[in-house]
């Protein structure tokens, strides 16, 4: 049993990730240089590239043609996003299989939550196994108590490995980290911190919140805290929308059905016109409605074997009127997704 007194963070990598997918369909690629990217003749650059390639010193973003300077026999593939984008969706549906809480970065990387009172350690390499079980790539996993410390940790044992900063080594673990790590510290603020003997974090813990705040402003707060290794940021989840409504409070109650019918054009006019911002179409949605009445109870009808439209919406608003025929204050109409499976979901 873990003693942790707060939640654990872990973030999650995948290494070399579009490289990984290319060599997960091509195995002859994984012990040779290569690299996914644009062509050198069109002053291409890479996006990523394999771990025998980085021994050359090849590196994201690189161009193309600096790449084949350091390494001639370097293959550059030209990528395949949408084979991507469906590898990660799967590698982030593993994830929410774990846990609720997830935060989903990147194309390849997500931090999930876990509770205090898990073994987040064999958690992370039940993790792995299943990834590179199931999708044939690998990821590495950095375990801390907040954000900042978990992402540090992930590029701790990378590729294919994991890392957890303890609760009782994270005041030495933090304090030989570079500044540079601290996401939000760039190259500029770097050259400043530098100018006056920061470099590590155990440097930046020697000055007092007063002089960084007065010399940085919210940056200077923000280094005070990860130099402590705080970070209080919770995640960011991402949550799949479920349905599309709209509502309307009316400044005099209605009084009978015929005056609820009447407000329905307009609110499925505004209904529709959100509906249409989302992937769905009004037809497939199944509908429901709300009736508040004026002593501020309410009833909600759905019926799934409908097609959400004027005439559903409707029957409905009629059946939930008559389950109370009293004055109505307020009247919403919603849709319902469809139920798919998370693959199916676009999340980029
Ligand atoms: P990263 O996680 O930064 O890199 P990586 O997964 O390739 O390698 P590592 O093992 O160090 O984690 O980025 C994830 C993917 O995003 C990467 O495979 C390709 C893409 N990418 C770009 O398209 N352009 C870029 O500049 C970077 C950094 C990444
Ligand atoms: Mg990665």
């Not at 801390?144 to 044992?157: G, H």
């Amino acid at each position: 049993m873990d003693k942790s007194t707060s939640d654990h963070i872990l973030h999650v990598d995948c290494d070399c990730f579009f490289a990984a997918v290319e060599m997960r369909e091509n195995p002859s690629l994984k012990t040779i240089p290569m690299a996914v990217g644009g062509d050198k003749d069109r002053r291409g650059v890479l996006t990523t590239c394999n771990y025998p390639a980085r021994e050359f010193g090849i590196k994201s973003a690189m161009p193309t043609a600096l790449a084949r300077q350091l390494c001639p026999d370097l293959i550059v593939l030209p990528g395949r996003m949408s084979l991507y984008k469906d590898v990660s969706r799967s590698v982030m549906a593993i994830l929410r299989g774990y846990s609720q809480q997830i935060e989903i970065v990147s194309i390849d990387e997500a931090y999930i939550k876990l509770p205090k009172y898990l073994d987040s350690e064999s958690i992370a390499e039940t993790i792995r196994i299943h990834i590179k079980n199931q999708l044939g790539i690998s990821v590495s996993i950095g375990i801390a108590d907040c954000k900042f410390l978990a992402k540090v940790a992930s590029d701790w044992n990378k590729p294919d490995g994991q890392f957890a900063i303890k609760p009782e080594r994270k005041a030495e673990f933090v304090k030989q980290l570079s500044v540079s790590v601290i996401p939000g510290i760039g190259p500029s603020f770097q050259k400043k911190l530098k100018s006056i003997g920061i470099n590590t974090c155990e440097d930046a813990e020697r000055f007092d919140l007063k002089y960084l705040v007065q010399k940085f402003g919210r940056s200077g707060v923000m280094l005070y805290e990860r130099c402590r290794g705080r970070d209080n940021r919770e995640l960011v989840e991402y949550r799949e929308r479920k349905s599309v409504s709209t509502e309307r409070t009316f400044s005099r109650d209605l009084i009978n059905i015929e005056q609820c019918l009447e407000e329905l054009p307009e609110l499925i006019q505004e209904w529709e016109r959100r509906v249409s911002k989302t992937a769905w179409k009004t037809d497939v949605l199944q509908p429901f409605v709300k009736i508040k009445f004026s002593d501020f109870t309410q009833t909600t009808v759905s019926n799934h074997e409908l097609k959400a439209n004027l005439a559903s919406f409707r029957r409905l608003i009629t059946e939930a009127y008559e389950r109370k025929p009293s004055p109505v204050r307020l009247i919403g109409i919603g849709g319902k997704f469809p139920e798919v499976s998370l693959n199916q979901l676009t999340l980029f």
